[in-house]
């Protein structure tokens, strides 16, 4: 249970901090890095999610 948390404050923790970045390169006119930030947010967030949902599934499937 504790480590379903501890992922779950990872992948928020990720995502706060890479908007907070890419903010931060709009703001200074670096639009290439902030589209690269981006792009790389977008894809780790869809492989993030389906991992975790795969995590919780073989958790829930463990239970029974």
């Not at 894809?43 to 995590?55: E, L, N, P, S, T």
Request: hydrophobic share 55%.
């Amino acid at each position: 249970m504790l480590t379903t948390f501890i992922s779950l404050g990872a992948l928020g923790v990720t995502t706060i901090g890479g908007a907070i970045l890419e903010k931060h390169l709009v703001k200074n006119d670096h639009v290439a890095a902030a589209k690269f930030v981006s792009e790389g947010l977008y894809h780790g967030m869809r492989i993030g999610g389906v991992c975790f949902i795969g995590y919780v599934f073989i958790k829930i499937l463990i239970m029974f």
